[in-house]
């Protein structure tokens, strides 16, 4: 089968420090690939140039299949004068997900009884939840998640965790950063970042 | 065309909870109308004289104060990401942007702007010249405005950078349309003026969004 995405001799800095060079990666359906390393590795930068949001034109060679994509970046991309609600339909209506499922996601993070209250009087855990909410409106052939299990509690971590591996096992690719074991229990590929330089 | 529709709700949606952000540049607008009789005195025929080009400076000011913001927050939130992830061109969100900032900032100055031209002593017989070419020049400005604002975004105290920017792209605008409402206040026909402010507008609605389709990508990637 050919790869969802798959990156080539790629060379990325930042800030002039040499992130990779020469790295290469490829992602198929139904894989969970774990992108671990330490901080400042590159983790977040890499995530973003798989996402499409780097152009670094000439960094490498970046290949993606036909495929809808699901990007949940280290900034929460939540709308603190919108309610949660609000948020999410503005969000619905830009992927072309049904508004349904709104209120059943917001359920399953945990923010029942919270739909209309502005957001900004949420916690940071919260707000949290409301940008993973996301990942339950739809359902996505690829996923790229950026520490998606950090402050999120227990019960949010083992939701998140098996909502994931059902997608894996339904043919999706999740990509998730992390430094923290995933607590999931299907194969999960584990990419060390910062020991190629 | 249901993102553009949502996008443009959001967008009035989210000034709707911040109206002091949408009634400064208004405020500033009557402020600065008001401390001209002060400073030129209270002559009627010299105030209408400078009437045309203090109305078309102050609109043009007005418009850029509120443009700074025009992409800042959803910058900083990770909103813009996500706008640029989305299946749709991202130059119809953008067109969507510039015309929410014309909704808010235009569109009220227009509304107020009769008000404005009474304050300024400007002749009666230019009210309607004077509230087309405001129409036609300040969707001009926001357009332009969301150039400077989609390339300066990232920049951490942009606004000096974007004034550099788009000042210049302004000129135009400024000439033609304080031109119009001097040619209708000396009774003569403005048509020329108004039909080469349309034609501005026709070019910036048709390439403005792709410029500042290009910044965005451009701000996005650098954060």
């Known amino acids: 089968m050919a790869a969802l995405l798959s990156v080539a001799n790629l060379n990325l800095e930042r800030g002039g420090r040499s992130l990779f060079r020469d790295f290469s990666l490829s992602i198929e359906r139904g894989e969970l690939v774990q992108l671990a390393g330490e901080n400042g590795t590159g983790k977040t930068t890499l995530l973003r140039y798989l996402a499409g949001l780097s152009s670094h034109s000439g960094a490498g060679e970046l290949v993606r299949s036909e495929c809808s994509q699901l990007y949940l970046g280290h900034k929460p991309a939540v709308k603190t004068l919108l309610s949660p609600r609000e948020n999410l339909q503005w969000y619905c209506q830009g992927f072309g997900f049904s508004e349904e499922k709104i209120d059943s996601a917001l359920e399953l993070v945990g923010l029942y009884g919270y739909e209309e209250v502005a957001s900004r009087t949420l916690s940071a855990g919260q707000l949290r939840r409301v940008a993973l909410a996301?990942?339950?409106?739809?359902?996505?052939?690829?996923?790229?998640?950026?520490?998606?299990?950090?402050?999120?509690?227990?019960?949010?971590v083992a939701l998140l965790s098996a909502h994931l591996s059902e997608r894996v096992n339904a043919g999706a690719a999740v990509v998730c950063t992390s430094h923290q074991p995933i607590p999931v229990d299907i194969p999960l590929r584990r990419v060390e970042l910062g020991e190629s330089v | 065309m249901s993102l553009a529709t949502g996008l443009l709700r959001r967008q009035l949606l989210l000034a709707a909870r911040r109206p002091a952000q949408v009634l400064s540049p208004l405020i500033f607008f009557a402020m600065v109308v008001m401390l001209f009789p002060l400073g030129l005195g209270p002559d009627p025929r010299q105030l209408a004289e400078f009437a045309p080009g203090v109305f078309w400076i102050i609109a043009l000011l007005s418009t850029l104060m509120a443009a700074e913001d025009m992409f800042r927050s959803d910058y900083e939130d990770g909103s813009l990401e996500q706008l640029v992830l989305m299946?749709?061109?991202?130059?119809?969100?953008?067109?969507?942007?510039?015309?929410?900032?014309?909704?808010?900032?235009?569109?009220?100055?227009?509304?107020?702007?009769?008000?404005?031209?009474?304050?300024?002593?400007?002749?009666?017989?230019?009210?309607?010249?004077?509230?087309?070419?405001?129409?036609?020049?300040?969707?001009?400005?926001?357009?332009?405005?969301?150039?400077g604002a989609a390339l300066t975004v990232s920049v951490r105290r942009g606004g000096v950078l974007l004034s550099l920017l788009v000042l210049p792209l302004y000129v135009p605008v400024l000439i033609f349309g304080s031109g119009a409402v001097a040619a209708a206040a000396d009774g003569l026909s403005a048509q020329a003026h108004l039909l080469i402010l349309a034609g501005m507008l026709s070019l910036a609605v048709a390439l403005a969004p792709f410029a500042c389709a290009a910044g965005v990508r451009i701000s996005v990637d650098a954060g």
């Open chain 1, 134 to 156: 996301r990942v339950f409106l739809g359902d996505a052939d690829l996923y790229l998640l950026d520490e998606p299990f950090t402050s999120i509690d227990a019960r949010g």
């Open chain 2, 87 to 147: 299946p749709s061109p991202l130059f119809i969100s953008c067109l969507v942007y510039a015309f929410a900032h014309w909704l808010l900032t235009g569109l009220p100055l227009l509304l107020m702007a009769p008000l404005f031209a009474l304050m300024l002593q400007m002749p009666t017989s230019a009210l309607g010249v004077l509230l087309v070419s405001l129409m036609l020049g300040t969707a001009v400005l926001s357009l332009v405005s969301s150039i």
